[in-house]
């Protein structure tokens, strides 16, 4: 199931970040100001425990998402990009991706984004982002 992120589920969430982002994590003080910021687009997905999470803006940006590791690849991420397209139907989903971060870039691509670009050093310790971007003519399915 996928619903709104609650303050209760930031412990659980900070779990996930840390294993995701060993390199420029989120914390509390910044989950906390994501869901003031988007409190209808700051999801989660739960089943027997909280598997992911993903952040996005309703003008079509994404901003964060990871799956816990052990549940990677089944599919987790992709419904909660499908949950973020059917939210900003009708225009693109853009992203910004490590250039180091090859696995979320297949990802992205396998979901129907292309690369339009690169943004030198966007990242705090210096690693240059991919600009990705998924046409808004791609159906959501
Ligand atoms: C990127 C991420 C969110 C993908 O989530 P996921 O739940 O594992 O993705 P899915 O199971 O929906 O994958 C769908 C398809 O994407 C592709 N894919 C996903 N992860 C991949 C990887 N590491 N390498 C290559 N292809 C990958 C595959 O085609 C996969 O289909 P398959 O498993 O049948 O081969 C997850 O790996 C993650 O949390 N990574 C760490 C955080 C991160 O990098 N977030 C994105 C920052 S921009």
Known sequence: MIRKVRPEDFDELLKIEAEAFPKSQYDLGQFWMLHQSYPNTFLVEVSDLI?????????GHLISMAVRSERRRTGIGTRLVQEALANCAGKPLRLEVRVGNVGAQEFYLALGFNWIGRAKGYYHDGEDALLMER????SSR
């Open 51 to 59: 598997t992911g999470y993903i952040v996005f803006s309703p003008d």
């Open 135 to 138: 046409p808004a003519a791609l």
